[in-house]
């Protein structure tokens, strides 16, 4: 084959998200076949990928999407090796492509499995790992469906979350924007009481126990006081019954009720990289 082309080289560069250079190198492997470029591509990116297993991919872009029927959203993390491939646009620009597609999938393994440019997303992450350099994994794949759901993500793409309501109404967007900037902010251990796994509260009871003790309290006093420490232990720790964040005065339930008295928060979601 003759001389590749640059139109060549930009068609196969759009087809892989590949770089130029790698593009180029790929179709004069391939004598100019594109299917085969594709192929080359992928395997740069699965040896890349092989030698990158062992490394530690923490930093990323956490995103957000809610579908438009705003009934159901997600929150995935893409997660890299540094913060300086975090911040890349070309990276948001992905991350933000596979949220929009984790959107119409229902679990991890099957948005894995789910086709994008012609591969699996699994098999995309692969090739873009050759073309960055970097380990890319999904670190966070949360779904949440709802009445109405509404979505925050702080800026830095580091926390997003995810609210879910009993209705939609007027102001809703609002409304569910700022619970779920709450969430992002004071990190909820669960919607409410009930949420709250019997591990937790033993274990929050037995501190509360053990710092009574070492303040010389009776031991019959112990089992009213530390149950006075559970509840503020739910109060701060759970969403709907914490303080909100734009007026103390008041808990995120009562915010809620105060814009419609049979509006409920029904669940949330908050992934961030830690």
Known sequence: MGKITASEVNKLRKMSGAGIMDCKNALVESNG?????????????????????????????VIAKVHSSCLKGVVISLNCETDFVAKNDGFITLANELAKLALENNSLEEFLNSKIDSMTVSEKLIQQTGVIGEKLVIGSFEKLSAAYVGKYIHAGNKIATLSGFSSSIEGI??????????????????????????????????IAKDQLRQEGKPEKMLDNIAMGKLKRFFKDNTLVNQAFIKDSKQSVAAYVKSTNSDLKVTGFKRVALV
């Open 173 to 206: 967007e609002e409304i569910a924007k700022n619970v779920a900037m709450q969430a992002a902010a004071m990190n909820p251990i669960a919607l409410d009481e009930s949420g709250v796994d019997q591990t937790t509260i033993d274990k929050e009871i037995e």
């Open 33 to 61: 076949d594109f299917e085969l470029g594709i192929e080359i591509l992928r395997k740069k990116g699965q040896k890349v990928a092989a030698k990158r297993a062992e490394r530690d991919s923490s930093e990323g872009a």
